[in-house]
Nanobody
């Protein structure tokens, strides 16, 4: 199992920045993809960004492209989300998630939210 714990959320004014962190523990060697999701009250969960542990390929939702940057430090088993030029619409609970290799070498690709097997408890981001 993989355990994820987010941190770094907070309240900022529009145009400000925050860096979220997600510490992974457990069977981290099985992680093939990690991502950030967010969910605002009354809204569906939204995928924000993802990164593949092998190759560091990154992908972003159009709503955050150019403003957010996902990165990872595999040695520290930590995922990051640098958020710049924050907007009120970015306000949400942010979650990190991971897809793990089932054991046969699952190739990295786009994964649906339901395919992420590990989730953190979330960290709140409020932009006013």
């Amino acid at each position: 199992h993989v355990q994820l714990v987010e941190s770094g959320g907070g309240s900022v004014q529009a145009g400000g920045s925050l860096r979220l962190s997600c510490a992974a523990s457990g069977y981290t060697s099985t992680i093939i993809c990690m991502a950030w999701f967010r969910q605002a009250p009354g809204k569906e969960r939204e995928w924000v960004a993802r990164i593949y542990t092998g190759g560091d390929s990154t992908y972003y939702a159009d709503s955050v492209k150019g403003r957010f940057s996902i990165s990872q430090d595999n040695a520290k088993n930590t995922l990051y989300l640098q958020m710049d030029s924050l907007k009120p619409d970015d306000s949400a609970m942010y979650y990190c998630a991971a897809v793990t290799d089932p054991g046969w070498g699952l190739p990295a690709r786009h994964f649906y939210g339901s395919e992420y097997t590990s989730w953190g408890q979330g960290t709140q981001v409020t932009v006013s």
